[in-house]
C-alpha cells in the first residue's frame, strides 16, 4: 500500500465523520514519525509535509554536514562530508542535507503497521466524537429504532446506527417494546467503559417528563410559564409544579389544553401515568393542600424543625389524599419537602374512637407504624375498611391483619 491510497482512504473516513483538517493532519502526521522513531530512533530531524487534499507525502530527513574527523559524527543530526557528497558532489561542510525519505524504504511490514494504526485511530476517533456528541445531548430526547430485547436491558439504534442502552431500571414498569419500534427518551448519561462509549437513556427521569412539557406547551418551550419541581412514580403518577410570571397567563390551564389535548398526548407516551399539575406558591400550607389534591385538607399544623406537617382531613378524603398504593401521599411530601402525617378529624361519633398507641401491650409496634403510614391512627378507622382494603393499602400480611381485627373488635365489643 502506498502513502497516496493510506492517506486518501483515512482523509475519506474522516471528512465523512466531520473531522476538522487540522485534527485529520495531525493524525497523519502522528502516524508517520512513530514508523520514523521506531526506523531512526528519533524524529527530532525530520520535516513531515501531508497534503490530505492530494494524498501526497514528504517525508525529509534534516542533517547538518560535518568532518570525517569531527566528534560529532555520529550525532542524529549530522552527516560526514564524504557521505554527503555521495548525495550532492558539491556540499561543503557547515551545510544541511535534506534527504528524501520515501515510504517504501520503511519496508512492507513498517507500512502495514502503520495501516493497522491509522484503522485503530479511526476507532478512536470514531469512539471519541460518539462520545462528545451524546455528551452534548444529556438531558434531552431522543428517538430511536428498538433491535434487541434482553432481560435487563432493551438496545435501541439511531439514525447513524450507534448503540443505545435503556436499562430496565429506566423504563417505566408498563413499557413494552417489540423489535423495530420507535421509543423515545433522554440521553440520562454518556460514559467510557473500557474504551468504549456506553449511552444510556432514561424514560423515568423527571427531565424526560421535562422535556415532554416543553414539546407540547409552547408556554413552556418559551418560558412563559416555568417548572418548579417535577416528581414522579413512573407509569403510576407524577405531580408538576408550575409557576407563571403573566398574569394573564393560567398556567395549569395552558399545561392541560381545552379538554386536556396537551396533557394526553404526554399521558400516553407516559403509559398512561396520572399526572397532577399544579400551581406553585411560596405559601407552604396552601402549596400541600394544592399537593394533595384531589383530597380537600381541612388543617395544617408545620413542624419546620422536623421538617414534619400534620395534616387533618375528613374521614371520606383521608383515602383519596394516600391514594392508590400510597402514590399520592408519597408524591405530595417529595414535591413540598416535608414529611406529611395525616389525620382524620373525628366527629361526635368519632370522639368515642381509641387511638391505636392504647393498644401497644397486644399489637407490635411496627405493625401500629406500618397502619399509621396509610392514616390509620384510631381503631374504628382500622375496622370501617376491610381485609382486602387493608392487604392492598398496607404491606401487611393476611394473618397479621386478622389478629389486628380481633383485638380492635374486641375493645369495642367490651
Same mark, same amino acid.
Given at each position: 500500500?502506498?502513502?497516496?491510497?493510506?492517506i486518501?482512504?483515512?482523509?475519506?473516513?474522516a471528512?465523512?465523520?466531520?473531522?476538522?483538517?487540522?485534527?485529520?493532519?495531525?493524525?497523519?502526521? &502522528?502516524?508517520?514519525?512513530?514508523?520514523?522513531?521506531?526506523?531512526?530512533?528519533?524524529?527530532?530531524?525530520?520535516?513531515?509535509?501531508?497534503?490530505?487534499?492530494?494524498?501526497?507525502l514528504?517525508?525529509?530527513?534534516?542533517?547538518?554536514?560535518?568532518?570525517?574527523?569531527?566528534?560529532?559524527?555520529?550525532?542524529?543530526?549530522?552527516?560526514?562530508?564524504?557521505?554527503?557528497?555521495?548525495?550532492?558532489? &558539491?556540499?561543503?561542510v557547515?551545510?544541511?542535507?535534506?534527504?528524501?525519505?520515501?515510504? %517504501?524504504?520503511?519496508?512492507?511490514?513498517?507500512?502495514m503497521?502503520?495501516?493497522?494504526?491509522?484503522?485503530?485511530?479511526?476507532?478512536?476517533? %470514531?469512539?471519541?466524537?460518539?462520545?462528545?456528541?451524546? %455528551?452534548?445531548?444529556?438531558? %434531552?430526547?431522543?428517538?430511536a429504532?428498538?433491535?434487541?430485547?434482553l432481560?435487563?436491558?432493551?438496545?435501541?439504534?439511531?439514525?447513524?446506527?450507534?448503540?443505545?442502552?435503556?436499562?430496565?431500571?429506566e423504563?417505566?414498569?408498563?413499557?413494552?417494546?417489540?423489535?423495530?419500534?420507535?421509543?423515545?427518551?433522554?440521553?440520562?448519561?454518556?460514559?467510557?467503559?473500557?474504551?468504549?462509549?456506553r449511552?444510556?437513556?432514561?424514560?423515568?427521569?423527571?427531565?424526560?417528563?421535562?422535556?415532554?412539557?416543553?414539546?407540547?406547551?409552547?408556554?413552556?418551550?418559551?418560558?412563559?410559564?416555568?417548572?418548579?419541581?417535577?416528581?414522579?412514580?413512573?407509569?403510576?403518577?407524577?405531580?408538576?409544579?408550575?409557576?407563571?410570571?403573566?398574569?394573564?397567563?393560567?398556567?395549569?390551564?395552558?399545561?392541560?389544553?381545552?379538554?386536556?389535548?396537551?396533557?394526553?398526548?404526554?399521558?400516553?407516551?407516559?403509559?398512561?401515568?396520572?399526572?397532577?399539575?399544579?400551581?406553585?406558591?411560596?405559601?407552604?400550607?396552601?402549596?400541600?393542600?394544592?399537593?394533595?389534591?384531589?383530597?380537600?385538607?381541612?388543617?395544617?399544623?408545620?413542624d419546620?424543625?422536623?421538617?414534619?406537617?400534620?395534616?387533618?382531613?375528613?374521614?371520606?378524603?383521608?383515602?383519596?389524599?394516600i391514594?392508590?398504593?400510597?402514590?399520592?401521599?408519597?408524591?405530595?411530601?417529595?414535591?413540598?419537602?416535608?414529611?406529611?402525617?395525616?389525620?382524620?378529624?373525628?366527629?361526635?361519633?368519632?370522639?368515642?374512637?381509641?387511638?391505636?398507641?392504647?393498644?401497644?401491650d397486644?399489637?407490635?409496634?411496627?405493625?401500629?407504624?406500618?397502619?399509621?403510614?396509610?392514616?390509620?391512627?384510631?381503631?374504628?378507622?382500622?375496622?370501617?375498611?376491610?381485609?382486602?382494603?387493608?392487604?392492598?393499602?398496607?404491606?401487611?400480611?393476611?394473618?397479621?391483619?386478622?389478629?389486628?381485627?380481633?383485638?380492635?373488635?374486641?375493645?369495642?365489643?367490651?
Amino acid at each position: 500500500m502506498d502513502a497516496k491510497v493510506l492517506i486518501e482512504s483515512f482523509a475519506e473516513f474522516a471528512r465523512s465523520k466531520n473531522v476538522d483538517r487540522p485534527t485529520m493532519i495531525r493524525i497523519l502526521e &502522528d502516524v508517520f514519525r512513530a514508523m520514523i522513531r521506531k526506523k531512526y530512533e528519533t524524529d527530532e530531524n525530520f520535516d513531515v509535509t501531508i497534503n490530505a487534499d492530494k494524498g501526497d507525502l514528504e517525508i525529509l530527513r534534516i542533517r547538518e554536514i560535518v568532518d570525517d574527523n569531527s566528534e560529532d559524527i555520529w550525532d542524529f543530526d549530522k552527516i560526514s562530508l564524504s557521505e554527503a557528497r555521495q548525495i550532492e558532489p &558539491d556540499f561543503e561542510v557547515g551545510e544541511e542535507v535534506y534527504e528524501k525519505i520515501e515510504l %517504501e524504504e520503511f519496508g512492507r511490514r513498517a507500512v502495514m503497521m502503520a495501516r493497522q494504526t491509522l484503522i485503530q485511530k479511526i476507532k478512536d476517533l %470514531e469512539k471519541d466524537l460518539l462520545f462528545n456528541q451524546y %455528551e452534548e445531548l444529556v438531558g %434531552e430526547i431522543v428517538s430511536a429504532e428498538v433491535y434487541q430485547i434482553l432481560g435487563r436491558e432493551v438496545l435501541l439504534i439511531d439514525g447513524e446506527g450507534n448503540e443505545l442502552i435503556l436499562p430496565k431500571g429506566e423504563q417505566i414498569p408498563k413499557d413494552r417494546f417489540r423489535k423495530g419500534d420507535t421509543a423515545r427518551a433522554i440521553v440520562h448519561k454518556v460514559e467510557m467503559v473500557n474504551g468504549n462509549p456506553r449511552i444510556i437513556l432514561s424514560r423515568t427521569s423527571p427531565i424526560f417528563l421535562e422535556r415532554l412539557f416543553e414539546n407540547e406547551v409552547p408556554e413552556v418551550f418559551d418560558g412563559l410559564i416555568t417548572i418548579r419541581k417535577i416528581v414522579r412514580e413512573p407509569g403510576e403518577r407524577a405531580k408538576v409544579a408550575v409557576e407563571s410570571y403573566d398574569d394573564r397567563i393560567d398556567p395549569v390551564g395552558a399545561c392541560v389544553g381545552m379538554k386536556g389535548s396537551r396533557i394526553h398526548a404526554i399521558v400516553r407516551e407516559l403509559q398512561n401515568e396520572n399526572i397532577d399539575v399544579i400551581n406553585y406558591t411560596d405559601n407552604l400550607e396552601l402549596y400541600v393542600a394544592r399537593a394533595l389534591s384531589p383530597a380537600k385538607v381541612t388543617s395544617i399544623t408545620v413542624d419546620k424543625d422536623n421538617k414534619r406537617l400534620s395534616v387533618y382531613l375528613k374521614p371520606d378524603q383521608v383515602s383519596m389524599a394516600i391514594g392508590k398504593g400510597g402514590f399520592n401521599i408519597r408524591l405530595a411530601s417529595r414535591l413540598v419537602g416535608y414529611e406529611i402525617d395525616v389525620f382524620r378529624e373525628l366527629s361526635d361519633y368519632e370522639e368515642e374512637d381509641v387511638d391505636l398507641e392504647e393498644f401497644a401491650d397486644e399489637i407490635d409496634a411496627w405493625v401500629i407504624d406500618e397502619l399509621k403510614k396509610t392514616g390509620l391512627d384510631t381503631a374504628k378507622s382500622v375496622l370501617t375498611l376491610t381485609k382486602e382494603d387493608l392487604l392492598r393499602r398496607t404491606e401487611l400480611e393476611e394473618e397479621t391483619i386478622d389478629e389486628v381485627f380481633k383485638i380492635l373488635r374486641q375493645e369495642f365489643e367490651q
